[in-house]
Structure formats: structure tokens, C-alpha cells
């Protein structure tokens, strides 16, 4: 029997509103998914769609007409194998068209049950709340006329540590390396030379024990830095880090703290297969009493060092190998100094948000230049820290821009994207046109091959892709 289309709602509140035009007229085929009409209100405008397959049998409202009370019958769908002699018969109470603001619910009658499916959610025009504040506070941490020097983010890490340790004689570094050998990848060059053996010391290959003597070091007053070859071996140290380090100062009742920071190379490298590839930022991320810090620049990674070893907090600080050559300027001052719990807006824009942290910037800033190219404008936001996460900026982001993606290394499932995901619906659902993407390493663990690795990780291709969706380009 022939299905009443009816008029569909634009957003919750919506009693009525105009049926603007018809873009079918009667006697035209239609398939699920075409666009048959546009509804307009004062607030936005809305192209219904076709749910079921058929011929338009007749159009029930003239275009133009105002008033249309939601869920009234605006057309005649006839099906398969019906003609317009059927129009003198009872209508079934059809599927309501969908719109992207307020799925309806289809109420199809039982003996049209078969027919009913979800429709596809249409890209259009909502009204959001007002943005008190559409920019935010956009001041630039470094000074208008501050001296830039250029270095590597090695140096930039090297320099944090020799001049909190020249300011502190209570910060030492531990690990295995970092003395005779002047560390692994040469973070720490030339510091035994400056401060000795007492305050740079090798230790033997045993990340438990060395890092619980940092821990207990740390209890005992002292400001231990204690570095990691790989935090893929600090899984060895995780009881340490976690149920010593993180929890004290709570089952202390506040009278011991652990001043410490575990510091190294984090998720992958090259080829260096699964077991040294793992990305630990939402890991050590969920757990109270840590404070986690993964930057990208040079400059972050001095001024967040030197954040973490001043705090009183245990801070895991995670790097990443490949990042260790790549040059950034650096604020030539005394003291160079980042906040930590504080996101960076990298590259302002006003059609979508792209959220990452680490190297997950080098796909996000690659990303965001090639769609600048094809006209759409998206902001870039470093979020430096994963613990304590600074929401409220990408929040205040989403705002103006209403579209979301994330990007990370690290798997799907429990990610930091994951997180913010569930955090914009709670706090920023209204202004969203879009749902939230992920884009992260494939969930598997990570190959040798050179050729599945690069396709285990995430690319700029995919974050342009996940960009597209949100703004249904």
C-alpha cells in the first residue's frame, strides 16, 4: 500500500516550518538516500530524503507552503508494482524522513515492518549555541621579540637536563648508558663530563631495580631522572612506576611525595618490530597520580623537561626516537619554561579540529597543508600533555569549528582519542555537525616488515580522509 512521507524535524524543539521546495516531482523514481525536498526554519535549512524506493504518487504540500506541522504528510510514495489508482486507498504510516540534527524514529505498520531501515544522515546546515568565546586565548607563550635559537629536539632535551641540574644538586640522571657511553641516542653527551659519576650513573640492564631505586631515591628527597632505553623495557619497571611512584603521595595521606621523572623513547621507530613499537601515552594516561607528557617541539620538550623536574609529581615524560634529529627554534632566555597540563594551538582554523600530541603532529600538520589546498581550514592543536589533559581548549575549539578528528600511534581501543571523543560528546554535544574520528595505528600488533609497518601506521592520507568525512567533502 502507498507510504505518507512526513515532515521531518530539524532539532528536538521543532514543531514547525516551511517545505521550501520540492526537488522530485510527481511521477519520479526515487531510491533510499535521494534528496526529494528542502524544510527550512528560521534557524536552518534541510534536505529530506528518500527512505524507501518508489514513485512520488502524490506531492500532499505545495513548495512554499509555511506552517507544516512536524509528522504531517507532505507526499505519497507508491512501491513496487502500485500505480495511482491506489492513491484512493488507505496510506500506511510510513518511515519519517531523517534528518542529521534528530534521527526520527520509523513507524512503519506491521505489515510494512519489512521495509523500514535507517536512512543515510544527510550533511546540513544546524544551529548551534553562541560561542562567547570563538578564539579563545591565542597568546603567544614566547614574546614578541624573544631571541630564537635553533636546535634539535636531542639538544633541546640535553640543555633542560644540564640546567636543572646546574640550578639543583638534588637532580641526578640514572640508566643504563647515559654516563660512559653518553646515552643511547646521545640525549646525554657531555653531562658526565660537566657533573660525574655521582650525578650521571650507569646502571646494569635491569629496569626494575634501578627504577625503584629512583623511587626510593625520590622518597628520600632527591629529584632522580631516570631514563629508559625504550619505555617498551619500563614494562619491566610498570609496578614501580605505577604502585609506588603514582600512589604514594595518596597512601601517604599526603606526608611523602615522589619527585621523580621517567623519561625515553616512546612507540615506534623503524622497523624495530612489535615488542619495541608500543605507544604508552594512553597507558600511563589512565592512572591517578601520574602526570604524562609526550611534546613535539623542541621548544616543548625543554620547557616541559624542565616543568617535570620541578614538579612534585612523579612524570612519566615520553619522547620519541624519531623526532630526537629533527630541528625546531627554541627561545633563547635563562629559563625556558612550559606548563604542563597545557594544549598549544599549532595552526588556527575555523572548519574542523585536529587534535594529536608527539610525532602524531607530523601527520596532523601534513594533513592540515594539503587540505588548506583544497579549501578547507582546519585547526591544529599540540596537546603536550596527556595527564592532565587540557580539555577545555579543544572543547572551546570544537566550538567554533564543530567538527573533531584525533590522531595518535598508539591502537584504537582505550585510546587518548577515545577519551576525548566521550569528552566532546558530554561537553560540546550541541555544537557538534559531525561525529568524532579517530585515526590510530591499526589495532594489530606492530610487523617487522618495513612495508606493513607503514601500513600498521597512521599516514596524513588518513587524516585527510577522516577530515573529508566530518565535513562530508
Not at 623511587?215 to 629508559?228: H, Q, R, S, Y
Not at 613499537?277 to 617541539?297: C, N
Not at 610487523?447 to 597512521?458: H, Q, T
Request: net charge negative; aromatic share 6%.
Amino acid at each position: 500500500m502507498p507510504i505518507e512521507i512526513l515532515m521531518p524535524a530539524l532539532s528536538p524543539t521543532m514543531e514547525e516550518g516551511t517545505l521550501s521546495k520540492w526537488v522530485k516531482k510527481e511521477g519520479d523514481s526515487v531510491a533510499p538516500g535521494d534528496v526529494i525536498a528542502e524544510i527550512e526554519t528560521d534557524k536552518a535549512t534541510m534536505e529530506v530524503e528518500a527512505v524507501d524506493e518508489g514513485t512520488i504518487g502524490k506531492i500532499l504540500i505545495e513548495a512554499g507552503t509555511e506552517g507544516v506541522k512536524v509528522n504531517a504528510p507532505i507526499a505519497i510514495l507508491l512501491t513496487e508494482g502500485e500505480s495511482a489508482d491506489d492513491l484512493g486507498k488507505p496510506a500506511a504510516s510510513g518511515p519519517k524522513a531523517e534528518t542529521a540534527a534528530v534521527p526520527q524514529e520509523s513507524k512503519p505498520d506491521s505489515s510494512d515492518a519489512d521495509k523500514s531501515k535507517p536512512a543515510p544522515v544527510p550533511a546540513s546546515s544546524l544551529s548551534h549555541p553562541a560561542v562567547e568565546d570563538a578564539d579563545g586565548d591565542y597568546a603567544e607563550e614566547i614574546p614578541a621579540g624573544t631571541k630564537l635559537a635553533t636546535m634539535t629536539v636531542r639538544e633541546a632535551l640535553r640543555s633542560a637536563m644540564a640546567e636543572e641540574m646546574r640550578r639543583d644538586e638534588n637532580v641526578f640522571l640514572m640508566g643504563e648508558e647515559v654516563a660512559e657511553y653518553q646515552g643511547a641516542y646521545k640525549i646525554s653527551q657531555g653531562l658526565l663530563d660537566e657533573f660525574g659519576a655521582r650525578r650521571v650513573v650507569d646502571t646494569p640492564i635491569t629496569e626494575h631495580g634501578f627504577a625503584g631505586m629512583g623511587v626510593g631515591a625520590a622518597f628520600a628527597g632527591l629529584k632522580p631522572i631516570v631514563e629508559f632505553m625504550t619505555f617498551n623495557f619500563a614494562m619491566q619497571a610498570i609496578d614501580q612506576i605505577i604502585n609506588s611512584a603514582a600512589k604514594t603521595l595518596y597512601m601517604a595521606g599526603g606526608q611523602m611525595g615522589c619527585p621523580i621523572v621517567f623519561r625515553g623513547p616512546n612507540g615506534a621507530a623503524a622497523r624495530v618490530a612489535a615488542q619495541h613499537s608500543q605507544d604508552y601515552a594512553a597507558w600511563y594516561g589512565q592512572i591517578p597520580g601520574l602526570k604524562v607528557v609526550m611534546p613535539f617541539t623542541a621548544a616543548d620538550a625543554k620547557g616541559l623537561l624542565k616543568s617535570a623536574i620541578r614538579d612534585p609529581n612523579p612524570v612519566v615524560f615520553l619522547e620519541n626516537e624519531i623526532l630526537y634529529g629533527h630541528s625546531f627554534e627554541v627561545p633563547d632566555t635563562d629559563d625556558w619554561i612550559v606548563p604542563i597540563g597545557k594544549a598549544r594551538i599549532h595552526r588556527k582554523g575555523k572548519d574542523v579540529t585536529i587534535v594529536s600530541f608527539g610525532i602524531g603532529m607530523t601527520y596532523a600538520i601534513a594533513a592540515a597543508e594539503q587540505l588548506a589546498k583544497e579549501g578547507i581550514d582546519a585547526e591544529v592543536i599540540d596537546l603536550r600533555t596527556i595527564r592532565p589533559l587540557d580539555i577545555e581548549t579543544v572543547v572551546r575549539s570544537v566550538k567554533k569549528t564543530n567538527r573533531c578528528v584525533t590522531v595518535e600511534e598508539g591502537w584504537p581501543q582505550g585510546s587518548v582519542g577515545g577519551h576525548i571523543a566521550s569528552e566532546l560528546m558530554v561537553r560540546a554535544f550541541d555544537y557538534l555537525d559531525a561525529p568524532v574520528l579517530k585515526v590510530c595505528g591499526k589495532d594489530v600488533p606492530m610487523p617487522y616488515a618495513a612495508n606493513l609497518e607503514k601500513l600498521a601506521l597512521p599516514s596524513a592520507k588518513d587524516v585527510v580522509e577522516a577530515v573529508k568525512a566530518v565535513c562530508y567533502r
